[in-house]
């Protein structure tokens, strides 16, 4: 019903930027956050940050906050991430997300996945 597709990720030095997007689509799409997770080898996937198809309301993952924005486009049904100040340990598997909850910031809340897209940053 819901289909997620990222793009945007890619090899980066230290200190540069990314900015990743990610297109939502399907016959109904009734998700009202849309969240972006991360994974390294071995690691937990862990949150990053999440907006509210409004706009009204947005949070950050603590080891981000000053250096990621989230942002989505309603009329396009897209959201997108710009990272900047990039640091080696930003390297993971990102994965954008869906979720029927409004202030959804665990993974379980999150009912929809893209395939992930990877970024790494090099030192």
């Known amino acids: 019903q819901v289909q997620l597709e990222e793009s945007g990720g890619g090899l980066v030095q230290a200190g540069g930027s990314l900015r990743l997007s990610c297109a939502a689509s399907g016959r109904t799409f009734a998700g009202n956050t849309m969240g972006w997770f991360r994974q390294a080898p071995g690691k937990e996937r862990v949150f990053v940050a999440a907006i509210k198809w409004s706009g009204t309301w947005s949070i950050y993952a603590d080891s981000v906050k000053g250096r990621f924005t989230i942002s989505t486009d309603n009329a396009k049904n897209t959201v997108a991430l710009q990272m900047n100040s990039l640091k080696p340990e930003d390297t993971a598997v990102y994965y954008c997300?869906?979720?029927?909850?409004?202030?959804?910031?665990?993974?379980?809340?999150?009912?929809?996945w893209g395939q992930g897209t990877q970024v790494t940053v090099s030192s």
């Open positions: 997300s869906a979720s029927d909850s409004y202030y959804a910031t665990k993974p379980y809340e999150y009912q929809y």
